[in-house]
């Protein structure tokens, strides 16, 4: 083999390493970017009125306070709907669907989990905000709840799937029926994971935006009930972002590092969580 | 526990609590059901209305009733082919940084951060799009392109910073913790035999990856970037906020497009009659008609590679 | 020709694990040398070694040097010295997206080999030294994966000889494979062996019997005996040897 093969070879590979490290960089530099200036424009607007204050003309001061509130109201609602319903659709995929039964639900749930999240919150318009002849925080759960269930009965299933079939069949030795086995064996067993599936399905949809626009559709004041409008911090930081006012602009950086430090603290807090049971 | 089981049968509580889980799996069913009957039934005007000239038809004119979709699927399929492109090239580099220089202690840490970027909402990013991206695009990116390049038609006229190019961009950057998961799994599910044999042949590292690595995961590859594909056509807030939002067929990247799930965002609850909202429904529907196809595409693709995984293991 | 391959002071590790202790071993040119011992007892290892393969395994380190004619391997070039010592493997991985020429072909390729002629010259030098030629002469366009296993097996060496190696490791070679394809394959062995320095794992002991000319055998990560074959299966200097090869343990 000549040697100048051999060097050209080795530059070669040499040259292909430092293309991957310059595009690992690539791919990390606009995370750092956004959070950098997430910071540094969120923090000058930062204080307890933020938190405390409903929105303001332009001009005057004003804060978030309803839509943070409504944000927590609305993915409350919504896991409350999406996470028996997902969570047991698992559980019957696994525990007691027969093969094809399985298979269509899976299907569905990937077809489901394809839907642009804008067309989640037109499906909720076309049917609950019409029905009910309003916008409303209700609604707004819903289209939450849509987005959040396929992730959900996916993940559980596979978790279920995951737990040995011999603790089942240990169970069913014993005497215990299907439910007595899945209530009291298989389900503590996946637990810590099924959790932690759980919260990182919330902070996804947490700051889901569209499905929000024409289904909980904002407030600039506090919220009126579950079947009234009601305000939500994506919501909030879009109308702000898109508005010409300077410090409307500003508020809309303060909102993204409250959403972004929420969820932050959501997935930081469900990897740990996995971590540390899953051990 | 114990009172319950006495007052019910065993099996009798078995069979409730099972046909409650049946139920919430035909929820699922009756969700998908009603998204596509919803779609089509409130679609139906405007697609009497139109047909298929409602797909090809350029004006937009809520004013005098004429509703043509194409300026919207264009700004779409080009916007999310740009954010492909671009996020292919980036996330497949670093998948197989990944995964093929197992030795190097940065690894864990980049692996962790690309995820980060899964977790910041598409209001953010436009957010960002808006204050950071596109003054940066209109100052630096899009002169030196024009300058550069601007023989062609994708890189002539004045650069507004908000467009096209912002638009992919910003869906490359959301769309590339999914290429780089899904690559790598596919990646890591290449027997280890193959590496060795190219490796004892004499190999380079570099060599190895474009002799065992790449063949073998070709196909997962290909699913991934559909999944991608499938992701940035149904995206929304990010791309509303950056794309300009101006019903228009441009050759320049730099001109402002809009795009099917922008229009719906922007314009739904300004549709003042009902064949303007019925457009809108129709444009809806068209969108899930797409991402169900390539997602459809990208499970088959992914879902062997899996299936493959499970019996080498 | 064969060069001879000398390990001194050999110790491999996986991160704290210690594989192999110690061990030094001389393997001579032109000859077959076979590595017996139970499973686990770093016989692989040891000639991951020679080729500098354990190394790309991630948390796997070592210690000590292989000469290749008096060339330390460690401090040469890693590439060269794969292309110099050839490499077969227990499971048979052709490329599966190659076809059997291209297989064989890839080797050359790599070394900058481009002309048509040259490498189907080569490519049907190396199958007919490991008798796969006839075999697959008419449909060498088509996919590797469509070869039974032994025949798999043989396109590897095929492979792995194309490019001329001075060494050729044998790891396991024939243990996933039928009984005839494990002959033709230490037929094999026995034709090449003129031209090339052979080392063979193997767990089989009439294999190692067969076709060694001298045969180490490793137990737990060190070299209990070594010596001529012929010895080692009838006059065991050592009692773990003469339980081993007398099948009271392994």
């Given at each position: 083999m000549s040697h100048r093969l051999l060097l050209w070879r080795r530059l070669k590979n040499q040259v292909f390493f430092t293309l991957l490290v310059f595009m690992s960089l690539i791919a990390l530099f606009p995370l750092f970017n956004i959070l950098w200036y997430v910071i540094s424009r969120g923090?000058?607007?930062?204080?307890i009125r933020f938190f405390t204050r409903l929105p303001g003309p332009v001009g005057m001061v004003g804060g978030m306070a309803n839509a943070i509130v409504g944000t927590l109201i609305v993915v409350s609602l919504a896991c409350l709907i999406a996470i028996p319903i997902g969570v047991g659709a698992g559980i019957y995929m696994a525990e007691y669907a027969d093969d094809r039964f399985a298979a269509v639900c899976r299907f569905l749930a990937d077809v489901l989990s394809g839907v642009p999240s804008i067309v989640a919150g037109l499906m909720v318009y076309a049917t609950v905000v019409i029905w009910m002849h309003s916008y409303s925080a209700f609604a707004g759960a819903l289209s939450l709840a849509l987005l959040m269930l396929p992730t959900l009965m996916r993940t559980t299933e596979q978790m279920l799937l995951m737990v040995d079939t011999s603790l089942r069949e240990g169970a069913f030795a014993l005497g215990a029926t299907r439910f007595q086995t899945t209530v009291q064996v298989v389900l503590p067993t996946a637990a810590s994971g099924l959790i932690t599936a759980v919260m990182l399905s919330i902070g996804r949809v947490m700051g889901e935006t569209a499905p929000l626009l024409f289904t909980a559709f904002g407030n600039s004041f506090w919220q009126d009930g579950l079947n009234a409008p009601i305000a939500a911090l994506p919501l909030q930081i879009f109308v702000y972002a898109t508005s010409p006012y300077p410090q409307w602009q500003a508020q809309a950086w303060t909102g993204a590092l409250t959403l972004l430090a929420i969820i932050l603290v959501i997935n930081i807090a469900a990897r740990a969580f996995g971590r540390g049971k899953l051990r | 526990m114990k009172s319950i089981w006495s007052a019910w049968s065993k099996n009798q509580l078995d069979r409730l609590f099972s046909s409650i889980l049946l139920t919430f799996c035909l929820v699922i069913i009756l969700i998908v059901g009603t998204i596509v009957y919803e779609l089509v039934s409130r679609s139906a005007l405007a697609i009497l209305h139109f047909g298929f000239h409602f797909l090809t038809g350029q004006v937009w004119d809520p004013v005098h009733q004429v509703f043509g979709a194409l300026p919207f699927i264009y700004g779409t399929v080009v916007s999310s082919v740009i954010g492909v492109i671009l996020a292919s090239i980036v996330g497949i580099a670093t998948a197989i940084l990944l995964t093929q220089?197992?030795?190097?202690?940065?690894l864990d840490l980049i692996s962790i951060l690309v995820e980060l970027l899964a977790a910041i909402p598409s209001v953010v990013y436009g957010l960002w799009g808006i204050f950071i991206l596109a003054p940066w695009l209109r100052q630096s990116v899009e002169p030196i392109l024009n300058r550069g390049l601007g023989f062609l038609p994708l890189f002539?006229?004045?650069?507004?910073?908000?467009g096209m190019l912002a638009a992919g961009i910003i869906l490359a950057v959301m769309i590339l913790p999914t290429i780089t998961a899904v690559v790598r799994d596919v990646m890591q599910a290449v027997p280890n035999e193959l590496k060795d044999g190219a490796l004892a042949l004499g190999a380079t590292k570099q060599e190895m990856v474009s002799l065992a690595i790449l063949p073998q995961a070709k196909r997962g590859i290909l699913g991934a970037i559909m999944l991608a594909l499938g992701r940035a056509l149904g995206e929304t807030m990010a791309v509303t906020m950056v794309i300009g939002n101006r019903p228009q067929i441009a050759a320049s990247l730099f001109a402002p497009g809009y795009s099917m799930a922008s229009v719906i965002a922007n314009e739904f609850t300004e549709a003042t009659s009902k064949l303007y909202e019925s457009s809108l429904y129709e444009i809806g529907l068209v969108l899930f008609l797409l991402t169900v196809v390539f997602y459809s595409l990208a499970r088959l693709l992914v879902w062997r590679i899996r299936l493959q995984m499970r019996v080498n293991a | 020709m064969g060069k001879t391959v000398v390990a001194e002071h050999l110790s491999a590790f996986f991160g704290e694990h210690q594989i192999l202790h110690d061990v030094s071993l001389e393997m001579q040119a032109n000859q077959v040398t076979a590595i017996i011992g139970p499973?686990?007892?770093g016989k692989s290892t040891f000639i991951r070694c020679m080729n500098r393969l354990h190394e790309t395994v991630a948390r796997a380190t070592m210690t000590g040097r292989v000469l290749l004619d008096d060339e330390n391997v460690y401090e040469a070039n890693s590439v060269w010295v794969r292309r110099t010592i050839g490499m077969v493997f227990q499971k048979p991985n052709p490329f599966p997206a190659m076809s059997i020429f291209d297989n064989v072909a890839a080797g050359l390729r790599l070394n900058g080999i481009r002309k048509k002629s040259v490498l189907a010259e080569q490519v049907e030098r190396s199958l007919h030294m490991s008798a796969l030629w006839d075999e697959v002469k008419d449909r060498?366009?088509?996919?590797?994966?469509?070869?039974s296993g032994g025949q798999q097996q043989r396109l590897c060496i095929a492979r792995a000889l194309a490019i001329e190696p001075a060494v050729l490791l044998m790891d396991e070679p024939a243990s996933a494979l039928d009984p005839i394809s494990t002959l033709r394959i230490e037929e094999l062995i026995e034709e090449i062996k003129c031209q090339y320095t052979i080392v063979i794992v193997t767990h089989n002991l009439q294999q190692a019997a067969r076709v060694a000319d001298t045969t180490a055998f490793f137990l737990s990560g060190e070299i209990i005996e070594y010596g001529r074959t012929t010895d080692m299966f009838t006059t065991p200097s050592d009692k773990r040897t003469e339980d081993y090869v007398t099948g009271r343990f392994g």
């Amino acid at each position: 083999m000549s040697h100048r093969l051999l060097l050209w070879r080795r530059l070669k590979n040499q040259v292909f390493f430092t293309l991957l490290v310059f595009m690992s960089l690539i791919a990390l530099f606009p995370l750092f970017n956004i959070l950098w200036y997430v910071i540094s424009r969120g923090l000058p607007e930062l204080s307890i009125r933020f938190f405390t204050r409903l929105p303001g003309p332009v001009g005057m001061v004003g804060g978030m306070a309803n839509a943070i509130v409504g944000t927590l109201i609305v993915v409350s609602l919504a896991c409350l709907i999406a996470i028996p319903i997902g969570v047991g659709a698992g559980i019957y995929m696994a525990e007691y669907a027969d093969d094809r039964f399985a298979a269509v639900c899976r299907f569905l749930a990937d077809v489901l989990s394809g839907v642009p999240s804008i067309v989640a919150g037109l499906m909720v318009y076309a049917t609950v905000v019409i029905w009910m002849h309003s916008y409303s925080a209700f609604a707004g759960a819903l289209s939450l709840a849509l987005l959040m269930l396929p992730t959900l009965m996916r993940t559980t299933e596979q978790m279920l799937l995951m737990v040995d079939t011999s603790l089942r069949e240990g169970a069913f030795a014993l005497g215990a029926t299907r439910f007595q086995t899945t209530v009291q064996v298989v389900l503590p067993t996946a637990a810590s994971g099924l959790i932690t599936a759980v919260m990182l399905s919330i902070g996804r949809v947490m700051g889901e935006t569209a499905p929000l626009l024409f289904t909980a559709f904002g407030n600039s004041f506090w919220q009126d009930g579950l079947n009234a409008p009601i305000a939500a911090l994506p919501l909030q930081i879009f109308v702000y972002a898109t508005s010409p006012y300077p410090q409307w602009q500003a508020q809309a950086w303060t909102g993204a590092l409250t959403l972004l430090a929420i969820i932050l603290v959501i997935n930081i807090a469900a990897r740990a969580f996995g971590r540390g049971k899953l051990r | 526990m114990k009172s319950i089981w006495s007052a019910w049968s065993k099996n009798q509580l078995d069979r409730l609590f099972s046909s409650i889980l049946l139920t919430f799996c035909l929820v699922i069913i009756l969700i998908v059901g009603t998204i596509v009957y919803e779609l089509v039934s409130r679609s139906a005007l405007a697609i009497l209305h139109f047909g298929f000239h409602f797909l090809t038809g350029q004006v937009w004119d809520p004013v005098h009733q004429v509703f043509g979709a194409l300026p919207f699927i264009y700004g779409t399929v080009v916007s999310s082919v740009i954010g492909v492109i671009l996020a292919s090239i980036v996330g497949i580099a670093t998948a197989i940084l990944l995964t093929q220089y197992g030795s190097w202690r940065w690894l864990d840490l980049i692996s962790i951060l690309v995820e980060l970027l899964a977790a910041i909402p598409s209001v953010v990013y436009g957010l960002w799009g808006i204050f950071i991206l596109a003054p940066w695009l209109r100052q630096s990116v899009e002169p030196i392109l024009n300058r550069g390049l601007g023989f062609l038609p994708l890189f002539q006229g004045q650069g507004y910073g908000v467009g096209m190019l912002a638009a992919g961009i910003i869906l490359a950057v959301m769309i590339l913790p999914t290429i780089t998961a899904v690559v790598r799994d596919v990646m890591q599910a290449v027997p280890n035999e193959l590496k060795d044999g190219a490796l004892a042949l004499g190999a380079t590292k570099q060599e190895m990856v474009s002799l065992a690595i790449l063949p073998q995961a070709k196909r997962g590859i290909l699913g991934a970037i559909m999944l991608a594909l499938g992701r940035a056509l149904g995206e929304t807030m990010a791309v509303t906020m950056v794309i300009g939002n101006r019903p228009q067929i441009a050759a320049s990247l730099f001109a402002p497009g809009y795009s099917m799930a922008s229009v719906i965002a922007n314009e739904f609850t300004e549709a003042t009659s009902k064949l303007y909202e019925s457009s809108l429904y129709e444009i809806g529907l068209v969108l899930f008609l797409l991402t169900v196809v390539f997602y459809s595409l990208a499970r088959l693709l992914v879902w062997r590679i899996r299936l493959q995984m499970r019996v080498n293991a | 020709m064969g060069k001879t391959v000398v390990a001194e002071h050999l110790s491999a590790f996986f991160g704290e694990h210690q594989i192999l202790h110690d061990v030094s071993l001389e393997m001579q040119a032109n000859q077959v040398t076979a590595i017996i011992g139970p499973s686990g007892c770093g016989k692989s290892t040891f000639i991951r070694c020679m080729n500098r393969l354990h190394e790309t395994v991630a948390r796997a380190t070592m210690t000590g040097r292989v000469l290749l004619d008096d060339e330390n391997v460690y401090e040469a070039n890693s590439v060269w010295v794969r292309r110099t010592i050839g490499m077969v493997f227990q499971k048979p991985n052709p490329f599966p997206a190659m076809s059997i020429f291209d297989n064989v072909a890839a080797g050359l390729r790599l070394n900058g080999i481009r002309k048509k002629s040259v490498l189907a010259e080569q490519v049907e030098r190396s199958l007919h030294m490991s008798a796969l030629w006839d075999e697959v002469k008419d449909r060498l366009s088509a996919p590797s994966a469509s070869l039974s296993g032994g025949q798999q097996q043989r396109l590897c060496i095929a492979r792995a000889l194309a490019i001329e190696p001075a060494v050729l490791l044998m790891d396991e070679p024939a243990s996933a494979l039928d009984p005839i394809s494990t002959l033709r394959i230490e037929e094999l062995i026995e034709e090449i062996k003129c031209q090339y320095t052979i080392v063979i794992v193997t767990h089989n002991l009439q294999q190692a019997a067969r076709v060694a000319d001298t045969t180490a055998f490793f137990l737990s990560g060190e070299i209990i005996e070594y010596g001529r074959t012929t010895d080692m299966f009838t006059t065991p200097s050592d009692k773990r040897t003469e339980d081993y090869v007398t099948g009271r343990f392994g």
